[in-house]
């Protein structure tokens, strides 16, 4: 059985996709940018980041489940000189010793002109 999540405390789809989906006794969230459930979009790459990770934890204990949970995450970054910046807000939102395995890439161009966008996949 497959079911879809969805809260008001994260920005709706902006295309034909959910906030994330449970299946196998995982959450897979759809990738996430950095802005507000009201559409606004912070300028800074610390800010995008921090709105991003949260509208997941939000998404996550929508689907039952918490960012402790979270076995893998996977970053797209508009620029790799941005990195470090963005680990250090990674790193508050995750427990030192469990972190996730994750992967990191630079792209050309996100959604919204964005600078950030993380997606996950937890434990439910």
């Known amino acids: 059985m497959i079911k879809t999540v ?3 405390k994260a ?3 902006i295309g034909p996709y959910s906030q994330a989906k449970i299946v196998g006794g995982f959450v897979f969230t759809s ?3 950095g802005m507000f459930p009201n559409g606004m979009l912070p300028s800074s790459i610390q800010a995008q ?3 991003s990770l949260t509208n997941i934890k ?3 204990e929508a689907a039952g ?3 402790d949970k979270v076995v893998k995450t996977l970053v797209f970054i508009k620029n790799m000189d941005d990195f470090g910046k963005v680990n250090e ?3 508050t939102f995750f427990k030192e010793g469990a972190f996730p395995a994750r992967s990191c890439v630079e792209v050309a161009r996100l959604p919204k002109d964005a600078l950030v966008e993380i997606e996950v996949i937890a434990e439910v």
């Open 11 to 13: 920005p709706g789809a």
């Open 89 to 91: 807000v990674y790193g």
């Open 49 to 51: 980041t921090t709105q």
């Open 65 to 67: 489940t918490s960012m």
């Open 31 to 33: 990738g996430q940018l």
């Open 58 to 60: 939000n998404i996550l």
């Open 6 to 8: 969805a809260t008001d």
